[in-house]
């Protein structure tokens, strides 16, 4: 299983550092082709493995903005996302993140009404609750007062979910997303 997180401040490493870095373990050519047939041939797998700690296999795979002078944001910046989990032959997604944050039962909470065109994702592999990402828009500058949507495993539910602002509690999904609209008379 591979495991790891995203750079997320000032410590990151610099570019030439992370060249140097000694790759991960290999990415299993049924992965990256299950990866390239849910988001093209510009996929990159973050991780794989036993991620939700259901013992099914699973990959968190991405399409990355790469690093260019206009683009300093700290992490990795996604325009999309997906966790895919296996089951028998075949791979079915059951995470994505692109415009929108969803899973097979609708809109995860806190999802932005507005369609995002950028997240920065970060991630991390807890070793009983499993796999957590961390979200957080990005909309053409860096506003430090934006909160990461965090979104885990619910193992109550069988689902990926978001979580609310004390990242304790899950959020249910929404079949469509819509504007509060309140009348005034």
């Known amino acids: ?3 790891g997180g995203c750079g997320s401040g000032p410590s990151s490493p610099s570019a030439q550092q992370e ?3 000694p790759a991960g373990p290999a990415v299993p050519p049924e992965i990256q082709d299950a990866a390239e047939k ?9 991780l794989f493995g036993d991620l939700a700690k259901t013992g099914k296999q699973e990959f968190l795979a991405a399409n990355i903005v790469p690093k260019t002078p206009k683009n300093d944001i700290v992490g990795t910046i996604v325009t999309r996302a997906v966790i895919a989990e296996k089951e028998g032959d075949s791979w079915d997604e059951i ?3 692109d415009e929108y944050l969803k899973n097979k ?3 995860l909470g806190l999802t932005p009404i507005e369609p995002i065109t950028g997240w920065r994702l970060q991630f991390e592999q807890d070793p009983k609750k499993g796999l957590l990402l961390y979200l957080t828009p990005v909309k053409g500058t860096a506003d430090a007062h934006v909160l990461p949507i965090g979104v885990e495993w619910n193992p109550e ?3 990926y979910q978001s979580l609310d602002r004390t990242y304790e509690h899950f959020l249910t999904e929404s079949p469509n997303l819509s504007n509060a609209r309140s009348l005034l008379r």
């Open 95 to 97: 995470f994505r993140c």
């Open 1 to 3: 299983m591979l495991t």
């Open 157 to 159: 539910a069988k689902r």
């Open 38 to 46: 849910l988001l093209g041939s510009e996929t990159e797998v973050l």
């Open 105 to 107: 039962n609708g809109y």
């Open 19 to 21: 060249q140097a870095k």
